[in-house]
């Protein structure tokens, strides 16, 4: 798989990005993959899902299963 061209990529904050900035951006428009990127580090690192990959990551998500026990 070659890695898409995201320079012009419309970026979009997560729902659940709060007043801390602490949130990631995904990037609409690349049929088959789902960029997404740390929000404090736009010229970072960017990371490439399939969409049935970010699915399963967000119902973990939503289970619970990254929460940091103390």
Do not use: Y
């Amino acid at each position: 798989m070659s890695t898409p061209d995201l320079s012009g990529a419309n970026w979009r904050k997560s729902s659940f990005s709060g007043e801390t900035g602490a949130c990631v951006e995904v990037a609409d428009g690349f049929p088959g993959l789902l960029p997404v990127r740390d929000s404090k580090d736009p010229q970072g690192p960017c990371l490439l899902f399939t969409p049935d990959a970010w699915a399963a990551f967000i119902t973990a998500v939503r289970a619970g299963e990254f929460r940091v026990r103390h």
